[in-house]
């Protein structure tokens, strides 16, 4: 579902009448608004999602219940993107049409802009690029993303027509937009994006009202979904995929989504009943969930009601501090905490400017502050034990990097449901970080442990679950090794490592994981 879309929310947020923005903005004069149709019968046409079925209730609006059982790890549905696009700073290194990334792409002839892998991938992308191709040529440059999809969204509408899509359980004009709920520099973002857009639309291209244009920006800023690269590490791109935005949120959910072989895959992380709802996560559960529900209600529009929240569970594991007999005071762990805050605001900063060697050195002294105050799954604890880790991966100082990371996974083990997909990358690359260091058999179990999870939340085709497949080969043939002669492992590993530097691992970046949902903080 898209965060809004179908959300635990008054019912409020589900107006059927139009939203209208402020008289303020002149392009909203320019044309004559016209009326959205009315909301149609849930069900129509279902091409592909017969698995599934779309609900309406009291508070939430509309949802998706399961037809079936499913198991963890089954793919309830995968949807293609009704339209997508590739971020404005990624355009030149992000194939156009199947959002990897590639050494090596072959530019669009006319337009300069779209970026593809081969032939086969500019042929299959030339219906939704044709209009884009001679819009971009007349404008003089290519507009920014959201300007982008809105227009390829309106030139598919302008080709199908309004009302439901085959394969679409509800219509793009019906989706939840949030207008209403935006606040003053939303609206004065959305009136800009409008205003630009009517700029970059062609005239002999179907014109269409200022109500239906606004209203694509706000299914935009609520239900655009991020996509991902070929291996899942860093967002590409942002699509609009109807029907997935119909699944509601839980800080628990029973379903996770992947970006896989050019689709949006919605699969179960526990067994389903026929009847269960199906519900998605929009944020990282690693939160207080008071920090969890006021970033849905902020970004989302949304107070969340899931029993996670409304309980407070696992809060008391996020804020744990050292037991025993030298407990420490209510005012200590209130100063390491705030102290923590600081810390990471001087990381952000240096991992901005590259100076890894600073953070590295700001983690080992807070670090020096929290373990004798907070407790193994403190979340102030765990963020920097994850970013000690990743940075000093980075710099191949395996073997302290390898300790922390051991002990951030403990830490997540106890918080993230079993089947959490950034619970399965962090075991990941601990596991190979141990592997890094040479400590073959953690690392072997990390991989596996990773595996294991990966194969429910990406499913086995994904590439990210292939590369882990080989390592996991790898490290298991290695590991045999290693309990048949100890000393000749280590000195076949010792000349192996001298003919081959291990491989720098990634540079560490200030970005988060992949977010489910493209939404400005």
């Known amino acids: ?217 706000g299914v935009i800023s609520c239900n655009g979904f991020t996509l991902s690269d070929q291996r899942g590490l860093q967002a590409v791109g942002v699509g609009i995929f109807p ?14 989504v992947v970006f896989n072989n050019g689709k949006i895959e919605l699969r179960a992380l526990s067994k389903i009943s026929p009847g269960d709802e199906l519900t998605v996560s929009y944020v990282d559960f690693l939160s207080l969930s008071e920090e969890r529900r006021a970033q849905l209600k902020k970004q989302y529009y949304f107070d969340c009601a899931c029993e996670h929240c409304k309980k407070q569970l696992k809060d008391d594991l996020m804020l744990a501090v050292k037991a025993g007999e030298s407990k420490p005071s209510a005012d200590t762990v209130k100063e390491v905490i705030q102290l923590s805050k600081d810390t990471l605001e001087k990381i952000n900063k240096a991992r901005m400017e590259g100076h890894y060697h600073e953070v590295v050195k700001l983690c080992r002294d807070c670090l020096k502050k929290q373990e004798p105050v907070l407790g193994d799954t403190n979340i102030y604890l765990l963020r920097i034990l994850s970013i000690a880790s990743e940075v000093l991966s980075y710099l191949q100082m395996f073997e302290e990097a390898a300790d922390y990371a051991k002990r951030m996974v403990d830490g997540y083990l106890k918080i993230y449901h079993p089947n959490n997909a950034q619970l399965g990358m962090a075991v990941m690359r601990a596991g190979v970080t141990h592997w890094h260091a040479g400590l073959i058999e953690a690392g072997h179990g990390l991989i596996c442990k990773a595996y294991a999870i990966l194969l429910i939340t990406h499913g086995p085709s994904h590439p990210i679950t292939k590369d882990l497949e080989v390592m996991r080969v790898q490290t298991e043939m290695e590991l045999r090794m290693f309990q048949q002669n100890e000393f000749m492992y280590y000195k076949m590993r010792e000349a192996a490592l001298k003919n081959q530097k291990i491989q720098v691992m990634p540079e560490p970046s200030n970005e988060n994981a992949p977010s489910l949902f493209h939404k400005k903080e």
């Not at 394969?167 to 003053?184: A, D, R």
């Not at 119909?246 to 996770?256: E, F, K, Y």
Request: proline share 6%; aromatic share 8%.
């Open 1 to 217: 579902m898209c965060p809004g879309e179908g959300a635990e929310q008054p019912s409020l947020y589900k107006p059927h009448s139009t939203p209208q923005l402020g008289s303020s903005a002149r392009s909203f004069a320019l044309l004559r608004d016209t009326h959205l149709p009315q909301p149609g019968l849930p069900g129509m046409t279902k091409g592909g999602m017969e698995s599934v079925e779309l609900f309406t209730t009291e508070g939430k609006g509309r949802g998706l219940k399961a037809q079936k059982e499913f198991l963890p790890g089954d793919v309830i549905f995968a949807e293609p993107a009704y339209a997508a696009v590739v971020f404005d700073s990624l355009t030149h290194v992000i194939c156009h049409t199947c959002f990897k990334r590639q050494e090596r792409l072959h530019r669009c002839g006319q337009c300069k802009f779209a970026h593809y892998c081969d032939r086969t991938c500019q042929r299959a992308a030339w219906l939704n690029h044709k209009n884009e191709c001679s819009a971009i040529k007349r404008h003089g440059k290519a507009p920014s993303e959201n300007i982008r999809l809105a227009a390829r969204i309106l030139w598919k509408m302008e080709r199908e027509g309004t009302g439901l899509s085959e394969g679409c359980l509800v219509p793009i004009e019906e989706l939840q937009n949030h207008v209403e709920s935006f606040g003053e520099e939303e609206k004065k973002e959305l009136r800009a994006d409008v205003e630009s857009f009517l700029e970059f639309w062609p005239p002999h291209c179907q014109q269409f009202g200022m109500q239906l244009i606004s209203h694509i920006f």
């Open 243 to 256: 029907n997935l935005c119909q699944a509601n949120h839980d800080c628990w959910p029973n379903c996770t």
